[in-house]
């Protein structure tokens, strides 16, 4: 059983697209069978939009679940895309691929989110493609998987002690795992590494293992960090604790101690002096030595300029050629020369400036705006209007006029002036 984590992407018709066709194609030949989980359609189009829909509402579905809408999105997408593959000599049912990818949604707490499962026959290897919408479709919160690797390999270990184990490093990784320490990348490994374990376990300290490694065709150098690494003949770096099968690398440090990483040979540097040196010309291919007689293209551009920039030579036409060329003098308009040209803008300025009306006198400026009648009455009176809104002084305040006595109402009654 091979368990394969694909990284978490956001396009839901993109992962659906490839998964429910052929490669660069528009069949669908390769899909045996397919079915959705948690979703109101059994379309897989469909369904990838509803996840769609889903993982861009999250916000509106905490709202109404009544959850906290506090957090930071996440930069990484909602799709949780993974393979389960099974060996070549096993024949799985459809119900055997469905209850794998069953109980591994269930291990990585995704059970109750939105899935689909699709089933591929395209290569020997029965496999499963599993899509998951790490937003839940109710809360809307996201769930991330914590250590989701580790709990699908333990996983592919049930299944293959139950229906035959075909990993063997597999087991081997979980008892590392057991005893509390890390599991070591495989795919750095080079084929010397047992050797170099050997060379290892027979020296006695750092100085005789980097001379046991000279003898072998390998040099102890310094990293690009300071850390130890190994040079092989052929100019590649690998670090020294991956080629070392079983020891952890604080024990490498402690057995090497006696060496001063300062002093050993830079790692870069013996890159650079062991790996094939670029072909030199008179190692060049057939090719590229027939181009060389060939003028580049910059020395053709300098040589086509310098033509050019050269004066013409005299051309001496035949005397047909002289003909013709005669008829078409005769047949271009005649042109005119600068000085005649010149002589006729003259005679236009003259016509223009007898034709030009007087120059008319200008019209006075009009007299000053006169001073508004209230302003002309309150100077003539000698009073400005500035002192008549200049506000009272102290003493102005506290005189009170004198009390007029009030008119009486039958003064004035036989008065002419006012009958009239």
């Known amino acids: 059983m091979i368990v394969k984590i694909n990284p978490r992407g956001r396009s839901f018709k993109g992962v659906t697209d490839y998964l429910s066709h052929d490669k660069q194609a528009q069949t669908s030949e390769r899909v045996s069978w397919h079915q959705t989980g948690n979703l109101h359609t059994d379309d897989l189009h469909k369904a990838a939009r509803f996840m769609a829909w889903t993982d861009m509402n999250a916000s509106e579905l905490k709202r109404i679940s009544g959850g906290s809408r506090a957090g930071r999105e ?3 997408g909602g799709i949780y895309h993974y393979s389960l593959s099974w060996h070549e000599s096993e024949t799985p049912t459809q119900e055997d691929q469905r209850q794998a990818g069953l109980e ?32 839940h479709p109710e809360t ?23 229906h035959g184990l075909h990993c063997k490093a597999r087991e081997q990784n ?11 990348h495989q795919d750095t490994r ?60 604080a024990d490498i440090k402690a057995k090497l101690a006696d060496l001063e990483t300062k002093a050993l040979p830079d790692a870069e540097t013996l890159k650079k002096t062991r790996q094939p040196a670029p072909q030199k010309e008179s190692q060049a291919p057939e090719s590229k030595r027939a181009d060389q007689g060939k003028p580049d293209r910059a020395s053709s551009l300098k040589a086509l300029l310098n033509e050019r920039a050269q004066p013409p ?35 236009i300025r003259q016509a223009l400036s007898a034709r030009a009306p007087e120059k008319k006198e200008k019209a006075p400026a009009p007299p000053p705006m006169e001073q508004s009648r209230a302003t002309a009455n309150d100077n003539r009176q000698g009073g400005d209007l500035r002192q008549a809104f200049k506000p009272a002084t102290r003493q102005e305040k506290s005189h009170k006029p004198e ?18």
Do not use: C
């Not at 109750?112 to 089933?119: A, K, L, R």
């Not at 390998?218 to 003949?233: E, M, S």
């Open 74 to 76: 996440t930069k990484a």
């Open 104 to 135: 591994t949604l269930r291990r990585l707490g995704l059970s109750e989110h939105q899935y689909y499962m699709v089933g591929h026959n395209d290569t020997r290897n029965p496999h499963i493609h599993i899509v998951a919408n790490l937003t």
């Open 140 to 162: 809307g919160k996201r769930h991330v998987p914590s250590f989701d690797k580790r709990a699908l390999q333990e996983w592919a270990l049930e299944y293959e002690k139950t």
């Open 174 to 184: 979980a008892k590392t795992r057991a005893r509390g320490e890390q599991t070591k």
């Open 190 to 249: 080079q084929p010397s590494a047992a050797s170099i374990t050997q060379i290892y376990h027979a020296a006695r300290d750092g100085k005789a293992f980097a001379a046991a490694l000279e003898g072998q065709g390998y040099t102890l150098a310094q990293g690009r960090r300071g850390g130890l690494v190994i040079v092989d003949p052929s100019g590649d770096i690998h670090k020294l604790a991956r080629q070392i099968d079983g020891i952890k690398t």
């Open 313 to 347: 030579a005299t051309f001496r036409p035949t005397p047909a050629l002289r003909e013709v060329l005669n008829e078409k003098a005769q047949a271009v308009p005649h042109v005119k020369k600068p000085q005649e040209e010149e002589q006729t803008r003259q005679r």
């Open 403 to 420: 009390r007029q006595p009030a008119p009486d109402p039958g003064e004035g009654r036989n008065d002419p002036e006012l009958e009239r």
